[in-house]
């Protein structure tokens, strides 16, 4: 059965870093792209970060430098590393696949960056 689960969200300091993973489960993990998204309170949800299935990677302008996306192909899964949090960045993240015109979204996870 399709789906995706995340984990690896929670409370950083200022400037920390956090790993979210979003496993992978069925054919999800040869789909299309793979990509996470953020939504920020007041804000529309942002794809930040992208990886199509020939490995190329996209980044939305207002996290590059921060973030890094990839695969662990051994464990099926997608891989969000985040740099550098600032305390006005506080959201939910998102892991999505696409296959042809078929989405597919995991739970959200929580960051939250507090002193």
């Known amino acids: 059965q399709e789906q995706l689960v995340v984990s690896g969200g929670g409370l950083v300091h200022p400037g920390g870093s956090l790993k979210l993973a979003c496993a992978t489960f069925?054919?999800?993990?040869?789909?299309?792209?793979r990509g996470w998204h953020r939504k920020i309170p007041g804000k529309q949800l942002e794809l930040v970060a992208g990886?199509?299935?020939?490995?190329?990677?996209t980044y939305a302008d207002s996290v590059k430098g921060r973030l890094t996306i990839s695969d662990d192909s051994a464990n099926n899964s997608v891989l969000l590393q985040i740099n550098n949090l600032k305390p006005e960045n506080p959201a939910v993240y998102y892991c999505?696949?696409?296959?042809?015109?078929?989405?597919?979204w995991g739970q959200g996870t929580q960051v939250t960056v507090s002193s």
């Open positions: 999505h696949v696409q296959i042809g015109n078929v989405h597919y």
């Open positions: 069925g054919k999800l993990f040869r789909g299309n792209g």
């Open positions: 990886i199509n299935s020939g490995g190329i990677e």
